[in-house]
């Protein structure tokens, strides 16, 4: 199977409570991962 189009959504704990997304985001920030940084700084 040869993969042809990928399509990407911004759905960053769009469906969890306020806390759960608060709380994911400092634990990106937190990552020595500078690409969880980077989504940590995209999340509104």
């Known amino acids: 199977m040869k993969v042809e189009r990928w ?5 960053i704990g769009q469906n969890r409570s306020a806390e759960d997304q608060a709380s994911l985001k400092r634990n990106l920030e ?15």
Do not use: N, V
Not at 7 to 11: A, D
Not at 30 to 44: G, W
């Open 7 to 11: 399509e990407g959504k911004k759905k």
């Open 30 to 44: 937190k990552s020595a991962d500078p690409a969880y940084q980077f989504l940590a700084q995209q999340m509104k």
